[in-house]
Nanobody, 124 residues
Framework: QVHLVESGGGSVQAGGSLRLSCTSS????????MAWFRQVQGKEREGVAA????????YYAASVKGRFTMSRDIAKNTVFLQMFSVKPEDTGMYYC?????????????????WGQGTQVTVSS
């Protein structure tokens, strides 16, 4: 049973920073991706960032490129999303997701397992 647990969400003022964590358990992949998505109620889910678990290549949405950094700690089965220079439009519920595909994307349909989410609120 794959299990993903996010943490690190909270309230922050615009221009500040926040670091999200996602720890996985219950599986061992020889390949795969982990990603962060966010969703605001009433809007479509948006892919934010993804990382190839083993190759460490990262992928970012245009809206966060240059401000967010995704990294992973294989030994701890954990990925991080470091958010800098946050904006009110970064507000949302942030979800961690994973799959065992050979290449990574920011399409939610390509991810099999999801965490429960952690809320990020950015005030102006």
């Amino acid at each position: 049973q794959v299990h993903l647990v996010e943490s690190g969400g909270g309230s922050v003022q615009a221009g500040g920073s926040l670091r999200l964590s996602c720890t996985s358990s219950g599986y061992t992949y020889s390949r795969g991706c982990m990603a962060w998505f966010r969703q605001v109620q009433g809007k479509e889910r948006e892919g934010v960032a993804a990382v190839d678990i083993f190759a460490a290549a990262t992928y970012y949405a245009a809206s966060v490129k240059g401000r967010f950094t995704m990294s992973r700690d294989i030994a701890k089965n954990t990925v991080f999303l470091q958010m800098f220079s946050v904006k009110p439009e970064d507000t949302g519920m942030y979800y961690c997701a994973t799959n065992n595909r050979p290449s990574c994307s920011l399409r939610g349909s390509e991810y099999n397992y999801w965490g429960q989410g952690t809320q990020v609120t950015v005030s102006s």
